[in-house]
């Protein structure tokens, strides 16, 4: 049974910082690019915050650039997202996700994060 678990939401003021944790079971963890994904209040698609290849290639969506940093630990099964300066326009359901290919793709339930003053 696959198993992504996220934890380390909850509600920041603008200008804080948050750290989210994915551990993964059931999968070889090492073999999937994995990420994460949000989806704001009110909006149906989810879009892509950040995200790292099995060879260690980072992507950022252009607004968390700089502020962000995402990084794995392939021996724990394990991803971080470090958010730093964080935005009330950064609030929504953070969604830690894994792919193995086009047919191979797990999401877990997802973790509040919320920014406010």
């Known amino acids: 049974q696959v198993q992504l678990v996220e934890s380390g939401g909850g509600l920041v003021q603008p200008g804080g910082s948050l750290r989210l944790s994915c551990v993964a079971s059931?999968?070889?963890?090492?073999?999937?690019?994995v990420g994460w994904f949000r989806q704001a209040p009110g909006e149906e698609q989810r879009e892509m915050v950040a995200?790292?290849?099995?060879?260690?290639?980072?992507t950022f969506a252009t607004s968390v650039k700089g502020r962000f940093t995402i990084s794995r630990d392939n021996a724990k099964n394990t991803m971080d997202l470090q958010m730093n300066s964080l935005k009330p326009e950064d609030t929504g359901v953070y969604y830690c996700?894994?792919?193995?290919?086009?047919?191979?793709?797990?999401w877990g339930q997802g973790t509040q994060v919320t920014v406010s003053s």
């Open positions: 996700h894994a792919r193995r290919d086009v047919k191979t793709e797990y």
């Open positions: 059931g999968i070889r963890y090492s073999l999937y690019s």
């Open positions: 995200s790292i290849t099995r060879d260690g290639l980072r």
